[in-house]
């Protein structure tokens, strides 16, 4: 008889030599494959290292064990903690319209026809008394577009429509406008500096590219984005505006280009993004697109170049990165929507549209807008709160992305820090649940989980640097 | 097409299965049965381009895995309904209908 018992946990060959075991609460450790064959044939012997290493992250438990299965539970609670902020997350469409016409854009309309494109007052207090009905303990709304700065007037009405009832609630709300930045005047500043409003734009890199990526009349996208992120710094307070990028296959050539501009322009984090696959962006993928595998070198690239310059002194997270050690390497969770299990479409974020229909994620709603309206939840002028977030659309999304039931994620050893994304795979493959073994999802997650936990355990620096990100996003 | 007989008294089909499934990306895999206790497995190449060389070897290794994790599985999952369960003990998933009906009611319709 065995004198000790396995606590649940999956593993996987990590190299020639070595085996990872992950357990059910996240935690994680390396063993040698010798001592994984004696571990699971309950021959470890009690005196080793490995046995009181995988004894304290609970992969085992003997006698000797205080409350393992308690102590267990509470890490496994914390690290579905997302479930409590149920939509959280409250998206705002307030026009479709837009003056640029990026090459990988997914809906964005340029038109003049602010009837048929723009949210409506009425439409927006009725989307405001859904995001209200959240049990959310604090949420965070998001205004965007198309460019929500052509709308300004609902941007300011649910601003300060959206304040007011926070406050009579005692609940705390934050404010993001996604923007290009390119429309914005003084008024407007002001008015996000009187109701601390954070800015979020797009930086494609340096002039050439991002002006490729980001085509607007007069060719200066990237001219007006740097002088409006100095006003608006200046403006708001240097922290209150954040940028991102979308990587073009142009922009595949140009990893240290784009990380650089991030750093001349005073940025202290970067999310390097692949092109998603809805929308515009599906049906000009083959001048823009790429392979996943062709991201990830990319990827790699910039992240060598992102740890040279942590290394030298210039702070710089790459957030993706930061996501995923957060979720790798702490007893928590993060409120990243698309990775999660079960998905975070519908209850960890709601998207209401111009139009007062309300889709499960952004991505549902750049579905519809190619004709696809299956994540469609309701519509704010027609349906319940009851109808629209217990209907059987965001069952049928919910019980699709819970991964622990997914082939081939049920068995995987990242699962306690990966989830599932039921709308991507609808819309590259046609079915809510993935087919692992060929899904671009998988291939970019499983790559960079072993990329960063094998930098992590091989370079003290890395290491460093890795746990100031961490830190600095328990900051943020 | 490459081909590989399995033992089921050593490989249960389940493991068989889980073992199949990563080799989809690469390979139409066809599993049938071969007579008492035993399956085979056929390997085809998706790509015609690319021969099945080294399969064998590498779906032998999976097999082991497999069965490993079914059988890890196997030891660990009363613990892992306990821990999901505990976790959860605060969330209300009891089902009212049964808790909050009189007794009159037939919520489940039992009495048909």
Excluded at chain 1, 61 to 77: C, M, N
Excluded at chain 1, 313 to 321: C, I, N, P, R, S
Aim: aromatic share 10%; hydrophobic share 40%.
């Amino acid at each position: 008889m065995s004198p000790y018992g396995l606590l649940p946990f999956r593993f996987v060959r990590f190299d020639a030599a070595r085996t990872l075991v992950v357990n059910e609460a996240g935690e994680h450790q390396f063993l040698e494959n010798d001592d994984f064959t004696r571990f699971v044939q309950h021959e470890l012997p009690a005196d080793s290292d490995s046995y009181l290493d995988l004894k304290a992250k609970h992969f085992l438990f003997d006698s000797e064990s205080l409350a393992p299965f308690e102590l267990l539970a509470t890490k496994y609670r914390t690290k579905k903690a997302f479930l409590e902020g149920f939509t959280s997350l409250q998206i705002f469409v307030v026009s479709l319209r837009c003056e640029h016409s990026c090459v990988y854009c997914q809906v964005s309309r340029v038109s003049a026809d602010r009837v048929r494109y723009d949210m409506t007052e009425e439409t927006a207090r009725r989307a405001l008394d859904l995001a209200f009905r959240s049990p959310a303990p604090q949420l965070k709304i998001e205004l965007q577009g198309g460019e929500p700065l052509l709308n300004f007037e609902r941007v300011r009405q649910i601003v300060v429509e959206g304040r007011r009832r926070a406050a009579e609630e005692g609940r705390p709300v934050a404010f993001v406008v996604t923007t290009n930045l390119a429309l914005l005047d003084d008024d407007m500043l002001l008015f996000f500096r009187e109701h601390g409003v954070f800015l979020s734009t797009s930086l494609d890199g340096p002039e050439e590219l991002h002006d490729a990526n980001r085509p607007r009349p007069g060719n200066d996208s990237h001219a007006r984005t740097i002088a409006n992120i100095r006003r608006a710094r200046e403006a708001l307070g240097h922290d209150r505006v954040a940028a991102l990028m979308t990587a073009t296959r142009r922009s595949l050539q140009s990893p240290r280009e784009i990380v650089d501009e991030y750093v001349r322009h005073g940025f202290t984090s970067i999310f390097l993004r692949p092109l998603s696959p809805y929308g515009f962006a599906l049906r000009s993928a083959r001048s823009t697109g790429y392979p996943m595998r062709e991201f990830l070198d990319f990827y790699v690239r910039a992240l060598d170049h992102i740890l040279e310059l942590n290394a030298a002194g210039t702070f710089l997270v790459e957030t993706y990165a930061q996501l995923l050690l957060t979720r790798m390497l702490t007893p928590f969770t993060t409120g990243y929507v698309d990775l999660q299990s079960p998905a975070g479409a519908g209850i960890g974020a709601v998207v209401y549209n111009y139009d007062g229909d309300v889709y499960a994620s952004d991505e549902a709603r750049m579905l519809a807008e190619m004709g696809d309206t299956r994540f469609r939840l309701g519509n704010v002028h027609r349906d319940s709160h009851e109808s629209i977030f217990g209907g059987a659309t965001l069952r049928t999304i919910v019980a699709a992305s819970v991964a622990e039931s997914i082939p081939g994620c049920s068995d995987c050893a990242f699962l306690p820090w990966c989830g599932a994304d039921p709308v991507h795979h609808y819309a590259t493959r046609g079915d809510l649940v993935p087919h692992i073994p060929t899904s671009d999802f998988h291939e970019k997650n499983f790559f960079l989980f072993k990329h960063l936990l094998s930098l992590y355990e091989r370079s003290p620096g890395a290491r460093r640097i890795f746990a100031s990100w961490i830190r600095s996003g328990d900051a943020a | 097409m490459s081909t590989i007989t399995i033992d089921l008294a050593v490989y249960p089909l389940d493991a068989v299965l889980r073992a199949c499934h990563p080799f989809t990306a690469r390979w139409y895999v066809h599993v049938r049965s071969a007579g008492e206790g035993q399956v085979t497995v056929d390997f085809e190449p998706r790509d015609e381009n690319k021969p099945p060389r080294g399969i064998a070897g590498e779906f032998a290794n999976a097999l082991l895995d497999a069965r490993l994790r079914t059988l890890i599985a196997a030891e660990t999952r009363e613990i892992r309904e306990l821990l999901v369960a505990q976790a959860f003990c605060e969330a209300d998933l009891l089902d009212r209908r049964d808790v909050e009906a009189d007794e009159q009611a037939d919520p489940r319709r039992i009495a048909g």
